[in-house]
């Protein structure tokens, strides 16, 4: 009975993929995270950079308005305190 079997020579075994097919909820998210990560990088380096042009806008506009803020904020404090000046 064992004659009857046939047995031909082993073939190779298929190569894996290097990589699967992704659906197009897969494709997606890839793309969500590289845009998450893509704005998370761009607003590590906007922000701060912002935040300084504001204050060399605020120093220009009181430095033209010939003040300056620490001016601004002392005479803040002087209305806060009460002080006003002194009357003889």
């Known amino acids: 009975m064992s004659s009857e079997i046939q ?3 082993l073939e190779p075994a298929a190569e894996p993929r290097a990589s699967p097919k992704l659906s197009w909820r ?3 998210w890839e793309r969500r995270r590289r845009r998450r990560r ?6 590590w380096i906007f922000v701060p950079l ?3 042009a504001c204050y060399w806008l ?12 620490s001016a601004i904020v002392a ?6 305190s009460g002080g006003g000046p002194v009357q003889p």
């Not at 893509?38 to 607003?43: D, F, H, M, R, S």
């Not at 005479?75 to 806060?80: A, D, N, T």
């Open 58 to 69: 605020v120093v220009t506009i009181l430095d033209g308005l010939g003040t300056s803020p």
């Open 50 to 52: 912002i935040v300084l």
């Open 75 to 80: 005479g803040i404090r002087q209305v806060l």
């Open 26 to 28: 897969e494709k997606r």
């Open 38 to 43: 893509t704005e998370e990088l761009l607003g």
């Open 7 to 9: 047995e031909g020579p």
